[in-house]
Nanobody, 121 residues
Framework: HVQLVESGGGSVQAGGSLRLSCAAS????????MGWFRQRPGESREGVGA???????RYAESVKGRFTVSRDNAENTLYLQMNDLKPEDSAMYYC????????????????WGQGTQVTVS
């Protein structure tokens, strides 16, 4: 049974930083593609960044140069370092896991965490 639990969200002023974590359990974490997504009220969920089992990363254009996805396979944990935060980064942030190609499409991720709220003012 795959479990993903996000933490680290909160409120921060514009220009500030946050680091989100996603603790994974119940599967062979190191072999999965892991992604971070966000969703604003009334909008569709969008991909923020993803990392494959080799540590290769991909990012949405809107966060390139500001966000960094990393993973610790020994600790089964995924991270999202967010710097220079902007009000438009405010959203519920989710981590997700999938097998196969990375980053793939949002619909291909079949394991999701419960989300953690990020608010930038």
């Amino acid at each position: 049974h795959v479990q993903l639990v996000e933490s680290g969200g909160g409120s921060v002023q514009a220009g500030g930083s946050l680091r989100l974590s996603c603790a994974a359990s119940g599967y062979t974490y190191s072999s999965y593609c892991m992604g971070w997504f966000r969703q604003r009220p009334g909008e569709s969920r969008e991909g923020v960044g993803a990392i494959d089992h080799n540590g290769n990363t991909r990012y949405a254009e809107s966060v390139k140069g500001r966000f960094t996805v990393s993973r610790d396979n020994a600790e089964n944990t995924l991270y999202l370092q967010m710097n220079d935060l902007k009000p438009e980064d405010s959203a519920m942030y989710y981590c997700a896991a999938k097998v196969g190609s990375c980053p793939g499409k949002t619909k291909d991720y079949n394991n999701w965490g419960q989300g953690t709220q990020v608010t930038v003012s």
